[in-house]
């Protein structure tokens, strides 16, 4: 199976940034995409972004402009860059895998919390 370890979260201020990182594991070959989605107290989680194999990517129209979804395949990692981060991105960042079109693996979650 794939375990996938979030990292990077903590406190910002508002307008700061943050990068996070998810670092994959286990048998990787039909993965066909990676995605970070965050849930806020009290919300359904939601979609932050995706990349595929292919390297297409899709955004949140919430985050559009401010975060970056990216891949480093020689360190099976994804990441998600996070600028002018605003309070209301504060959530609990979960990755996702998605296996041969059909199963998915989650990560356990990195709390990002956007304060002055």
């Known amino acids: 199976q794939v375990q996938l370890v979030e990292s990077g979260g903590g406190l910002v201020q508002p307008g700061g940034s943050l990068r996070l990182s998810c670092a994959a594991s286990g048998f990787l070959s039909a993965v066909n995409s990676m995605g970070w989605y965050r849930q806020a107290p009290g919300k359904q989680r939601e979609l932050v972004a995706t990349?595929?194999?292919?390297?297409?990517?899709t955004y949140a129209d919430s985050v559009k402009g401010r975060f970056t979804i990216s891949r480093n395949n020689a360190k099976n990692t994804v990441y998600l860059q996070m600028s002018s981060l605003k309070p209301e991105d504060t959530s609990i960042y979960y990755c996702?895998?998605?296996?041969?079109?059909?199963?998915?693996?989650w990560g356990r979650g990195t709390q990002v919390s956007v304060s002055s």
């Open positions: 996702r895998a998605q296996i041969a079109f059909k199963d998915e693996f």
């Open positions: 990349i595929t194999s292919g390297g297409s990517t």
